[in-house]
């Protein structure tokens, strides 16, 4: 499985779009980007994913470089709900899943 | 459709206790995951199954066992609790083609 990097930490303006960025640069040709967010303890929430083409939907978008080695989440108009952990995650579809530590999503006021 | 569910939701134990976490999906799912997630942590994946009666070891499978035996259910056991088993333990499915779904969490203490 490809390893992702994210930054530990990221601030956002309630209202602003929040682009949340991903290195995979070990990822391989059938591996998807997936993208879920925790908030507090409860369980992850999936929220969208992609194979080499940009994808949207009601939550987020999601970017794809051409090379498919980093990838950016975007929510276009965050608000204080959105405040939670961000896992990126790269996986063959339908083969295990493995999660890194995510980016820790702070939405302010 | 009640999706996944995790029995118990809290549970104490003290070193040495055994104990069995029950996971059940209703959507007929091939994939269930058991992960563990300690404060400030990601979840770390302890073992898997891709169907009814196979398993396979994650990333921290030391000190844990799981069985398979009906599709439905997916069972995470501690043989000898230790303290380090402290955490909140999440369940998953999924099916081949698709995202994953979680349960609520449980959450041990082992003293």
């Known amino acids: 499985d490809a390893k992702t990097t994210q930054p530990p930490s990221m601030d956002c303006a309630e209202g602003r779009a929040a682009n949340l960025p991903c290195n995979h640069s070990?990822?391989?040709?059938?591996?998807?980007v997936y993208w879920y967010r925790q908030i507090h303890s409860q369980g992850p929430q999936y929220i969208i994913h992609g194979l080499k083409n940009n994808e949207t939907n009601e939550m987020a978008s999601l970017i794809i470089t051409e090379d498919r080695k980093s990838s950016t989440l975007i929510l276009p108009h965050a608000t204080l709900r959105d405040t939670a952990v961000y896992y990126c995650?790269?996986?063959?579809?339908?083969?295990?899943?493995?999660f890194g530590a995510g980016t820790r999503l702070f939405v302010k006021a | 459709n009640a999706g996944v569910t995790q029995t118990p939701k809290f549970r104490v134990l003290k070193t040495g206790q055994s104990m069995t976490l029950l996971c059940a999906q209703d959507?007929?799912?091939?994939?269930m995951y058991w992960y563990r997630q300690d404060p400030g942590m990601g979840l770390r994946l302890i073992h898997y199954s891709v169907g009814e009666g196979t398993t396979a070891k994650g990333e921290v499978p030391d000190g844990y066992n799981v069985s398979r035996l009906k599709k439905q259910n997916f069972l995470l056991g501690l043989e000898s609790a230790a303290p380090s088993q402290t955490s909140v333990y999440f369940c998953?499915?999924?099916?081949?083609?698709?995202?994953?779904?979680f349960g609520e969490g449980s959450w041990l203490t082992v003293v």
């Open positions: 995650i790269v996986r063959v579809e339908g083969f295990k899943t493995i």
């Open positions: 959507m007929n799912h091939e994939y």
């Open positions: 070990t990822i391989s040709g059938n591996e998807y």
């Open positions: 998953a499915s999924h099916p081949p083609r698709d995202t994953i779904y």
